[in-house]
């Protein structure tokens, strides 16, 4: 690998790691309200497949969408702001963790609704057919969504009409407090992909460089025109499913087998051994990514919060109901 794609990984988890360990930390000081979903030990999936993409192209994720956001270009003030509810946020302080958007990086959310990321990728994906465009939109999803009338909907038409969508499930094995031996029939998530006529695999979701390669090949396919792609990246969340939760119902053991995969400490390891990077190269990008998440959480404490609640508020007009709410 090249020395210079090696050092965007490292610098991509490396921010990745670091900005959530801030935003939890801000979150226990009450500077964050609402949920708040982190995504330690998943981070070579996102850092991964976002490069094997291309500029231009379109991403759909889900309300564990941070890394996401960052990967594809929305700058980490810009999100840390959008956690504190504030106007120079990405969404402008509206959304908060869950609903980060930025349409000129073509960053299409963050949705809050299990399942609700599918028929938007699709929508999308659709209107780029209608104007023969040479992009394609990347739909990521939780295992539980898997389970959702959405997702079959969504792969029957895109699979039909060969939308140039690229399906990548984010395999944690829960979805909250439940396994996924107890809330899938078919655990094997790339698997359902077959019943409507769509190619997939699954892949080592802790291995960073296996996700880019596995995910290059995917956009080739979508890109020229064959229809959709799945890919299951088989992965793990390091804490609970939100700040809410502790993660108990998981074992110590589970824990610390998982940990030993951890993606980040496996990737700066490898990058090491085959000369990628060098111990300078990893100190120098683990230096400067802590002064990029300092200035993150300065900008958000410092900038003010939106002035008008009500702008960008669409509600009907109560008398087209006689006056009833
Ligand atoms: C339609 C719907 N049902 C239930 C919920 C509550 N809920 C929020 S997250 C979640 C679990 C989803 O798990 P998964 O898709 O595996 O994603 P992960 O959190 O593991 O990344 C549930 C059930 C919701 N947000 N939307
Ligand atoms: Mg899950």
């Avoid at 999936?45 to 759909?60: K, N």
């Avoid at 270009?73 to 120079?88: D, H, I, K, N, W």
């Avoid at 969508?165 to 094995?173: A, I, K, T």
Wanted: aromatic letters at 12%; glycine letters at 10%; hydrophobic letters at 40%.
């Amino acid at each position: 690998m090249q020395h210079k794609l090696a050092r965007q990984f490292f610098y991509d988890m490396t921010l990745a790691r670091q900005f959530e360990q801030a935003a939890a930390e801000q979150y226990t000081q009450g500077k964050i309200g609402g949920f708040l979903h982190l995504y330690p030990g998943e981070e070579a999936v996102a850092v991964g497949s976002l490069h094997a993409a291309e500029a231009g192209d379109y991403v759909v994720s889900t309300y564990r969408e941070h890394v996401h956001a960052m990967v594809w270009g929305v700058s980490p003030s810009a999100v840390m702001a959008e956690l504190f509810g504030r106007a120079t946020g990405c969404s402008g302080g509206y959304g908060g963790s869950m609903h980060l958007y930025d349409v000129s990086r073509r960053f299409l959310g963050g949705y809050a609704i299990v399942g609700e990321t599918f028929a938007i990728a699709a929508g999308v994906g659709y209107w780029l057919r209608l104007n023969d465009s040479t992009h394609i939109v990347i739909c990521y999803f939780g295992d539980g969504a898997a389970n959702q009338g959405t997702f079959h909907e969504t792969l029957n038409m895109a699979s039909l009409w060969k939308l140039p969508v690229l399906f990548v499930c984010e395999n944690n094995r829960y979805q909250i407090g439940t396994e996924i031996h107890r809330h899938s029939a078919v655990p094997d998530i790339y698997r359902h992909a077959s019943a409507y006529g769509i190619d997939g695999r699954q892949v080592d979701g802790m291995d960073v460089v296996a996700v880019y390669e596995a995910t290059r090949s995917a956009v080739q396919h979508v890109r020229s025109g064959n229809g959709p792609y799945l890919i299951e990246c088989e992965t793990y969340r390091y804490r609970g499913h939100s700040m809410a939760d502790s993660g108990a119902y998981r074992s110590a053991l589970e824990l610390a087998e998982l940990r030993a995969r951890d993606p980040l400490a496996l990737f700066r390891e490898r990058a090491l051994t085959q000369e990628w990077l060098n111990e300078s190269d990893c100190q120098e990008v683990e230096k400067a990514v802590e002064g990029v998440v300092v200035d993150a959480v300065r900008f958000a404490d410092e900038s003010p919060p939106p002035t008008d609640l009500s702008k960008d508020v669409y509600a009907v007009p109560l008398d087209l109901y006689g006056g009833r709410p």
